[in-house]
């Protein structure tokens, strides 16, 4: 089983500062990499899928880079509505299974 | 507009069955996978099955393997998970989302407002 481990826990900025969300995974998933943003009560939200293309409708100062076991989720200029948590998740490996980091919460000073 | 609408979840006893239902709409039902995935109340997302678009193949969770089925009816657009034997631990939100790829297995690009599971006696 691949085993995705995002750092920090807990990410806390000022509005207008840029973040950087960290994703490593266990083994090498090539580019096949996506991130969700999940406000409070609300169901997740594509972000991010093969690393690094961005999905339909997602503001451009959200991007992604990495690729194999390494990936980077950065907010360029924290907004309070991004206010979250973000996850990664893999979808690499065969026989298919998925598997999500823990999530980082993003929050504002 | 893409549309996914679960239901079904409810509180049940350990050991009970449940079946929940994912209405989809807005795109072409068979031309994608759909998967389940579910968060235990302020954990993580953690996914559960997924069957392919022409129903042909799906994938289980090792943790509800043999007690979890997915099924589909394409007349009705919609997808059930058919959950046995559930435990305390199945306790959670359950989502079911859209696989972003047609014909393919990949990330999920729309996903429900999810449907409350609650395993208690």
């Known amino acids: 089983e691949i085993v995705m481990t995002q750092s920090p826990a807990t990410l806390s900025e000022s509005p207008g500062e840029g973040v950087i969300l960290s994703c490593r995974a266990s083994?090498?998933?090539?580019?096949?990499l996506a991130w969700y943003q999940q406000k409070p009560g609300q169901a997740p939200r594509l972000l991010i899928y093969?690393?690094?293309t961005r999905a339909t409708g997602i503001p451009a100062r959200f991007s992604g880079s990495g690729f194999a076991t390494e990936f980077t989720l950065t907010i360029s200029s924290l907004q309070s509505e991004d206010v979250a948590v973000y996850y990664c998740q893999q979808y690499n490996n065969w026989p298919p299974t998925w598997t999500f980091g823990q999530g980082t919460k993003v929050e504002i000073k | 507009e893409v549309q996914l609408v679960e239901s079904g979840g409810g509180l049940v006893q350990p050991g009970g069955s449940l079946r929940l239902s994912c209405e989809v709409s807005?795109?072409?039902?068979?031309?994608?996978?759909i998967h389940w995935v579910r968060q235990a109340p302020g954990k993580g997302l953690d996914w559960v099955a997924s069957?392919?678009?022409?129903?042909?193949?799906?994938y289980y969770a090792d943790s509800v393997k043999g007690r979890f089925t997915i099924s589909r009816d394409n007349s009705k657009n919609t997808l059930y998970l058919h959950m046995h034997n559930l435990r305390a631990d199945d306790s959670a939100i359950y989502y079911c989302?859209?696989?972003?790829?047609?014909?393919?297995?990949?990330?999920?690009?729309?996903w429900g407002q999810g449907t409350l599971v609650t395993v208690s006696s």
């Open positions: 093969g690393a690094t």
């Open positions: 069957m392919s678009g022409s129903g042909g193949v799906t």
């Open positions: 807005g795109f072409t039902f068979i031309n994608y996978a």
């Open positions: 083994q090498s998933v090539s580019g096949n």
């Open positions: 989302a859209k696989d972003g790829m047609g014909g393919g297995l990949s990330y999920f690009d729309h």
